[in-house]
């Protein structure tokens, strides 16, 4: 019974969330057939699982990439449909980026739900790209950029903690940068404040209630990447951007085959 206080606290923090399991997608609240797991197993199954990639990569951390423009998933899902039940709550995800090799992004996705449609933070430049494949073969994407966030330095690859956060259908990117300042030997690295892009798109572009959350490689080559924290609560309250709710603001693009996307 959806009672007691594992489900009240695995609820809080998962609730909006579905895992790619080896059944098909599971939410928390779900109970399957026959099923005599009670919710602080189900706790510790999605504690366990949120933080993870899917097939092909496995566990919760990529140590390298084998091939230019790799995706990696997220076993986490949202779905939207059961967060408009709760608007007041929210999802978030960190991904905490300690070596890169080139360069990455954090997307979301409405491809499960049969859609062509993305939204994409580029933390080294502070871009976020609407993108919609209007060709497959040969393959042609058009979409919008804004830049909310100051680009890097020249030649200066993102080191760091970026995130996502989706509430209230609408969605919010962060970042953090690595600030290299040197910190005693076995002590963690010291990191500059967090910004964020605040609120800067709704869900119109989706399709379907099912979206999925995936790593956008450009080049291959070792990096060190874990998925560092997924649950309710961002780091700070985004509020919503002014600019990137006016359409005047958001520059037009097109990419195709001999012309790839690069923000």
Not at 20 to 31: H, K, L, Y
Not at 66 to 94: K, M
Request: glycine residues 10%.
């Amino acid at each position: 019974m959806p009672t007691g206080p594992w489900f009240t606290i695995g609820e809080q923090t998962y609730h909006g969330m579905e895992l790619d399991a080896v059944s098909g997608f599971q939410s928390f609240e779900q109970v399957r057939p026959g099923s005599s797991e009670g919710w602080k197993a189900r706790n510790a199954t999605f504690s366990r699982a949120t933080p993870h990639f899917s097939s092909p990569f496995t566990g919760s951390e990529i140590l390298r990439v084998d091939s230019p423009d790799e995706v990696a998933y997220c076993r986490c899902r949202l779905r939207t449909d059961l967060l408009a039940q709760r608007p007041e709550r929210g999802i978030y995800v960190e991904v905490e980026v300690a070596a890169n090799a080139d360069n990455l992004s954090l997307a979301v996705v409405d491809f499960e739900g049969g859609g062509r449609s993305s939204v994409t933070f580029s933390p080294e430049t502070g871009a976020v790209l609407r993108e919609r494949k209007v060709r497959e073969s040969p393959r042609a994407i058009e979409g919008t950029y804004i830049h909310l966030l100051p680009p890097a330095a020249q030649g200066r690859r993102f080191e760091g903690t970026m995130g996502l956060f989706l509430r209230g259908g609408h969605l919010a990117f962060f970042r953090r940068w690595r600030s290299g300042t040197v910190t005693g030997e076995g002590q963690p690295p010291a990191m500059g404040a967090w910004e964020t892009t605040g609120f800067c798109t709704d869900l119109k572009w989706a399709q379907g209630p099912r979206l999925s959350l995936c790593l956008a490689f450009r080049d291959s080559g070792p990096y060190r990447v874990r998925i560092s924290k997924v649950g309710s609560e961002p780091p700070l309250v985004p509020p919503p951007s002014a600019d990137a709710y006016q359409e005047s603001k958001w520059s037009l693009l097109y990419g195709d085959d001999d012309h790839p996307l690069a923000i």
